[in-house]
């Protein structure tokens, strides 16, 4: 039989569904705008879901009054989302570069101390072997993102390796509500830049 109390949860229940769905894209509505610059259907996609992922975690968590240490892991969700958002979309604009042959700079040539032959192989899989800051180098060097988005990116960087706990004990990384919401800025500026490069190198 169904109690007040079963009544009553289930009706929290959707409340907080309803809350944490309203005023936030979805999938569908993110690959057609934030997204609809990015070549490859799959990634596009893959993006889109991780960003709608990230906005409904964040006002799920408004809708809980997360605090303490569960707001901790709710930011901390959030950034290394936004990271590997903006890691995809740096990937896929120097992808795009290399493919028009438009690159100006050589950073990209290089990895390391090793070249790295574009030319031969399938190049999305050779892109998807590098890192994060990689991206963000040769991304700067080919005027994709501008000196102060580098730096936005950096630190989106930083704070995403803290994902390792070893990492986090030694650094003593704090994650507090406010970097959830300069991550998600770096990302809309990251998605601005990378149009605006894909625009001018059709």
């Given at each position: 039989?169904?109690?007040?109390q079963?009544?009553?949860?289930?009706?929290?229940?959707?409340?907080?569904?309803?809350f944490?769905?309203?005023?936030?894209?979805?999938?569908?509505?993110?690959?057609?705008?934030?997204?609809?610059?990015?070549?490859?259907?799959?990634?596009?996609?893959?993006?889109?879901?991780?960003?709608?992922?990230?906005?409904?975690?964040?006002?799920?968590?408004?809708?809980?009054?997360?605090?303490?240490?569960?707001?901790?892991?709710h930011?901390?969700t959030?950034?290394?989302?936004?990271?590997?958002?903006c890691?995809?979309?740096?990937?896929?604009?120097?992808?795009?570069?290399?493919?028009?042959?438009?690159?100006?700079?050589?950073?990209?040539?290089?990895?390391?101390?090793?070249?790295?032959n574009?030319?031969?192989?399938?190049?999305?899989?050779?892109?998807?072997?590098?890192?994060?800051?990689?991206?963000?180098?040769?991304?700067?060097?080919?005027?994709?993102?501008?000196?102060?988005?580098?730096g936005?990116?950096?630190?989106?960087?930083?704070?995403?390796?803290?994902?390792?706990?070893?990492?986090?004990?030694?650094?003593?990384?704090?994650?507090?509500?406010?970097l959830?919401?300069?991550?998600?800025?770096?990302?809309?500026?990251?998605?601005?830049?990378?149009?605006?490069?894909?625009?001018?190198?059709?």
């Amino acid at each position: 039989m169904t109690t007040f109390q079963h009544l009553f949860g289930q009706a929290a229940i959707d409340s907080i569904k309803t809350f944490s769905k309203a005023d936030i894209k979805d999938v569908a509505a993110l690959q057609a705008d934030e997204f609809s610059h990015v070549g490859d259907a799959a990634l596009r996609r893959s993006v889109a879901q991780t960003m709608y992922g990230s906005r409904w975690l964040y006002k799920l968590g408004l809708g809980l009054l997360v605090d303490g240490i569960e707001s901790v892991a709710h930011v901390r969700t959030q950034v290394i989302d936004y990271g590997s958002i903006c890691e995809a979309l740096l990937g896929d604009c120097i992808l795009h570069g290399i493919n028009r042959n438009v690159m100006a700079g050589a950073a990209y040539l290089t990895s390391g101390n090793a070249a790295i032959n574009w030319r031969n192989g399938p190049r999305a899989a050779k892109m998807d072997k590098r890192n994060f800051a990689w991206r963000i180098d040769v991304a700067a060097e080919e005027a994709i993102i501008d000196p102060q988005l580098k730096g936005h990116l950096t630190r989106l960087r930083n704070l995403r390796n803290t994902v390792h706990i070893t990492k986090i004990a030694t650094t003593r990384q704090q994650y507090y509500r406010q970097l959830a919401k300069t991550s998600y800025t770096t990302v809309h500026s990251t998605i601005a830049a990378t149009k605006a490069y894909k625009l001018a190198h059709p």
